[in-house]
């Protein structure tokens, strides 16, 4: 799968090298991070568009509460 046009990718870094600005993520089959930076298409690989979004890598947000923060 090739994530494109991410507006930043959250790398779990330190410092400086904790997130990257305007790249493109690929996941290898095996479900791990296989290269960060500018990419092209491979035949028959899963495109996802990413544009103006955020990529968090291994997070998921199974809580929250915005809906309560925009009630207050």
Do not use: D, H, K
């Given at each position: 799968m090739l994530i494109?046009?991410?507006?930043?990718?959250?790398?779990?870094?330190?410092?400086e090298r904790a997130r990257t600005a305007g790249r493109d993520l690929r996941i290898d089959a095996d479900g791990r991070i296989?290269?960060?930076?500018a990419l092209t298409?491979?035949?028959?690989?899963?495109?996802v568009d990413a544009t103006d979004c955020v990529v968090y890598p291994g997070w998921v947000n199974t809580h929250h509460h915005l809906a309560q923060?925009?009630?207050k």
């Open positions: 494109r046009n991410a507006a930043a990718i959250m790398t779990g870094l330190a410092g296989g290269a960060i930076g298409p491979q035949p028959g690989e899963r495109v923060s925009v009630l």
